[in-house]
């Protein structure tokens, strides 16, 4: 596909419960982020790859969040122990990695979670 | 310092008018300033940036006016359309992208 994809569109589940987010970036791109946005507000910064590894993971809020993306394409965002408040829509953003601080990022669609 | 914040919330223009929308920052490590529109249902898409070494850019009816002492900067959306109705996000990266927390556009016919 020509842009990012993220599946599912929407996500539904229950308190307690795990989840996982997964993210198709554009073909090529080296560099992968996760980021959250909250109703009525912009993207919050969870989470950058560049390849397989994770080389900033200081926007995830605590450990019950936890990315991989082990063949430095599809990368996974995943939530133990749902809460509520992890409600959210959540964006993945790709870009080559090539172009310094001027690297464009192209975001995908985002999940819509929602914590019963 | 890791803050940007946008204004206003929410904007109504009518069709043809101008549409400005005002950010700041305090970090003045910030070396990239992009501006993002995001449709209801979809991902941001990058509009416009800047670099803190340029005061203003242009690309067609959009442009970004930069004061680097006054740690401002602004978009103008000449000429609004309805299609323009969407949300704006102003951002500024230092090691990672900061976002503003958006203002709703809306123009009138």
């Known amino acids: 596909g020509a842009g990012v994809s993220q599946t599912p569109s929407n996500k539904v589940t229950e308190k307690g419960k795990y989840v996982e987010l997964r993210c198709d970036p554009i073909s090529g791109h080296t560099a992968l982020y996760w980021y959250r946005q909250s109703l009525g507000q912009g993207p919050e910064f969870l989470i950058y790859f560049q390849g397989t590894g994770a080389a900033d993971d200081s926007g995830l809020p605590n450990d019950r969040f936890f990315a991989v993306r082990p063949e430095g394409s599809v990368s996974t965002l995943k939530i133990q122990r749902t809460e509520r408040g992890d409600s959210a829509v959540y964006l993945c953003a790709s870009s080559s990695g090539l172009a310094g601080v001027t690297d464009t990022q192209y975001f995908g669609p985002g999940t819509r979670l929602t914590v019963l | 310092q890791q803050q940007v914040k946008q204004s206003p919330q929410s904007l109504i223009v009518q069709k043809g008018g101008i549409s400005i929308i005002n950010c700041a920052y305090e970090?003045?490590?910030?070396?990239?300033f992009p501006w993002y529109q995001q449709f209801p249902g979809k991902g941001p898409a990058l509009l416009i940036a800047?670099?803190?070494?340029?005061s203003e850019k242009k690309e067609g009816r959009f442009t970004i006016s930069f004061n680097k002492s006054a740690k401002q900067f602004s978009l103008h959306i000449m000429d609004s359309q309805p299609g323009d109705s969407a949300t704006y996000f102003c951002a500024a990266r230092f090691d990672k992208l900061i976002f503003g927390a958006g203002t709703r556009l809306a123009v009138h016919p």
């Open positions: 970090n003045t490590a910030f070396d990239y």
């Open positions: 800047i670099r803190p070494d340029v």
